[in-house]
């Protein structure tokens, strides 16, 4: 095996070393992945045009098109051997038994939106399945309902939507351009989320493959693996080709406003107030909180911002009611509130202004940044002095672009089961945290410094979020709370520390699931669900798995 130049965070560089001495791969010739395809697809020509290779000129754009966190977008990034373009449920078949034939890793990449770049990335020979061109979308107005391939995105699927009714809407994402496959399997939430739960939690059916190859849907699949798919995290079961999904009523017209308060505007007992009111307020209204730093202009000393982003499922007069006699001290006034309709507030929650619809409908609209993310849930109150530690934090040197969002949960979300999906954090969140540092100058060299503000930033906030398990969202992914050991080589003990922080006690259902659906661990990246069999086959698992092809 061939030692890259690795110059990635040093999870990679850590698991790289542990794996090499290990793990021997079969060795195959990269006409034997094509031949099987072809063999496998029944057309030879015809799927030729569908796999790239370093030789073909274009194999650069196709990986790194899609690729959002710019630490990952290096020259000595790992590269797939192949990167196959499927164009209908037979590729993506083939794709699977040609690359457990041959010994490769297969990596999913719908939209290519995961935070630590586990779609496209990996420490062995590898085979990317890149779904974008499976990106069908069918609106059934009248059913309420609509079928959407995992390569599309969620902004063509809200611009679909919007195209056949006014009154429909769909709970999922912000930013337009994140992947319907990953988002799915791992919740995705927005600003629908307390009136109507998560994407996962509207999703009715859906059509996949299994490690054999075989095509399932909900009935053929059974219960366990369909409510596995629902928010298990993506990459770990199998590969979700479409996904029937219920849509929700919106009214013809909803309000947005936005207002910004910095500390001498009283922000740190706004923000206090927030925590207590945001998750109670009736379920039509959402407002999410952005939290930055910035150098005031006024005297060139630092301060916060809070921006308070509401979208609410009506008129701004009704509006003004809740937020007058709820959230008083926010003092929104009727010059604050633009009444629009739910898909032009889809644009405003994605930065958008002025812009046509069909922006929703570019997937290289938002601008790729240097990042690293986490992510908490709170359950009490986090008290003045607390937030005024964590304002000191954002102040410091060398954090980069810090940004904190905070979602307010309560509503649906507090009504669904913990177990109803994999996805559990439910009742008792008063709301979700995502620690954030961006940054567009210095690249990986500036990487380590504003990675350690963020992880000591996470430090100093463990006294005021949940506690045993400390809660994660998946969608979110962040290596830092743990991985699986070593390639191939997964043990239970292991997983469940970051598996119980995704998905507290429906982590066991998980591996149960696995175990039957994929005993040998063909669907594997660095945080999949373990199988229970990988502890019995510790240690040479793939090996032998590979070898006996
Ligand atoms: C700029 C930005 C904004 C975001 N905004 C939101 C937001 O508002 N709300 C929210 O909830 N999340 C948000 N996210 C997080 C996002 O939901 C996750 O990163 C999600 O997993 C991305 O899905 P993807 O298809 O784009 O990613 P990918 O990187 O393609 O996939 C993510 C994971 O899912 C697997 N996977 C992909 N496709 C499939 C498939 N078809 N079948 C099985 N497994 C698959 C991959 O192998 C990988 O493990 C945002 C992320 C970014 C970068
Ligand atoms: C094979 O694919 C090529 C290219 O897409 C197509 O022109 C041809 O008709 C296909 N042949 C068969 C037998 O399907
Ligand atoms: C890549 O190059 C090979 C060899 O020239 C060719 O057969 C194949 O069709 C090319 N792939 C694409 C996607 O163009
Ligand atoms: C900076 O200006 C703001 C706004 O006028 C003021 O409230 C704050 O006290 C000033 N800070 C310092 C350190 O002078
Ligand atoms: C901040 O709070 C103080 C005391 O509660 C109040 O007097 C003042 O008007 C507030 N300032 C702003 C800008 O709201
Ligand atoms: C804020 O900006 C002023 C003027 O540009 C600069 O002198 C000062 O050092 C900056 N402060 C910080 C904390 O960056
Ligand atoms: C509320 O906002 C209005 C308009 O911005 C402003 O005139 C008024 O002083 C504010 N009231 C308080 C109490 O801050
Ligand atoms: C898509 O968005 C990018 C980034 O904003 C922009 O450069 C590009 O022109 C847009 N493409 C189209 C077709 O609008
Ligand atoms: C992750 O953090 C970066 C940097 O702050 C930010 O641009 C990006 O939008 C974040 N992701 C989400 C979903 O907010």
């Known amino acids: 095996m061939k030692m890259v130049n690795f110059t990635l965070h040093h999870h990679f560089a850590f698991l790289f070393l542990l794996a090499a001495p290990m793990v021997a791969f079969a060795a195959s010739t990269p006409d034997d992945f094509l031949q099987c395809l072809s063999i496998h697809s029944g057309n030879t020509s015809a799927i030729s045009k569908l796999v790239y290779t370093p030789i073909n000129s274009s194999y650069y754009s196709v990986l790194d098109i899609t690729i959002q966190n710019l630490r990952f977008l290096t020259p000595s990034a790992p590269k797939p051997n192949y990167i196959v373009t499927p164009l209908d449920v037979s590729h ?7 690359s457990r034939q041959c010994g490769l890793q297969m990596r999913t990449r719908s939209g290519g939106h995961d935070y630590e770049g586990l779609s496209y990335l990996s420490e062995v020979p590898f085979v990317i399945l890149e779904m974008a061109n499976l990106q069908a979308i069918s609106v059934e107005a009248e059913d309420k309902t609509a079928w959407v391939q995992s390569g599309a995105t969620i ?3 809200y611009y679909r939507i919007a195209e056949k009714s006014k009154t429909l809407g769909f709970p999922a994402g912000l930013c337009p351009t994140v992947g319907v496959g990953g988002h799915f399997s791992g919740g995705g939430y927005g600003t629908l989320l307390r009136k109507y739960g998560l994407a996962a939690d509207n999703v009715i059916d859906a059509q996949l493959v299994d490690a054999q190859g075989r095509l399932l849907d909900r009935e053929s699949m059974g219960e366990d693996l369909f409510w596995a798919i629902r928010g298990g995290g993506g990459g770990s079961f199998c590969v ?20 910004l308060r910095t500390l001498e505007q009283n922000a740190t007992k706004l923000v206090h107030q927030w925590q207590l009111v945001a998750n109670k307020l009736p379920d039509d209204i959402f407002i999410t909180l952005m939290l930055q730093s910035y150098n005031s202009s006024l005297n060139g000393t630092m301060t916060m911002q809070a921006t308070f982003h509401t979208l609410y499922l009506g008129g701004a007069d009704s509006l003004l009611e809740v937020t007058s006699s709820r959230f008083p001290e926010l003092n929104v006034t009727r010059q604050d509130c633009n009444e629009m309709s739910w898909i032009e507030s889809v644009l405003n929650f994605a930065g958008f202004s002025g812009e046509p619809l069909e922006v929703l409908l570019n997937r290289s609209s938002n601008t790729k940044i240097f990042f690293k993310n986490k992510s908490d849930y709170v359950k009490e109150p986090i008290p003045e002095s607390g937030l005024e530690g964590m304002w000191e934090r954002f102040f410091e040197e060398d954090q980069g672009v ?9 509503g649906k979300m507090a009504e669904i089961s913990e177990s109803a999906i994999p996805f559990p954090h439910r009742a008792g969140v008063l709301y979700m945290i995502q620690h954030t540092t961006g940054w567009t100058t210095g690249g990986n060299l500036v990487a380590p410094k504003h990675v350690s503000w963020i992880r000591s930033f996470y430090r100093y906030m463990a006294q005021y979020v949940s506690k045993s398990p400390r809660e994660a969202y998946i969608n979110y992914r962040d290596l830092d709370i743990g991985m699986n050991n070593v390639i191939g080589d997964t043990s239970y ?18 591996v149960q699931v696995k175990t039957a659906i994929d005993p040998d661990n ?3 990246h660095e945080q999949s669900i373990p199988p229970f069999s990988s502890l019995k086959k510790r240690k040479n698992s793939r090996v032998s798995m590979y070898s006996s092809q």
């Open 92 to 98: 993506v078949q083939a794709s699977i038994i040609c």
């Open 155 to 157: 902004g063509e699927l």
């Open 240 to 259: 979700v080709v479409s996904w029937k999904v219920k849509l929700v009523p919106v009214p013809s017209t909803v309000t947005v406003f936005k207002i």
């Open 402 to 410: 810090p940004m904190m969002i905070w979602d307010p949960y309560g």
């Open 493 to 510: 003990k292991q997983a469940s520390v970051w598996g119980k922080k995704y998905f507290k006690n429906n982590f066991d259902r998980l």
């Open 522 to 524: 063909f669907f594997w």
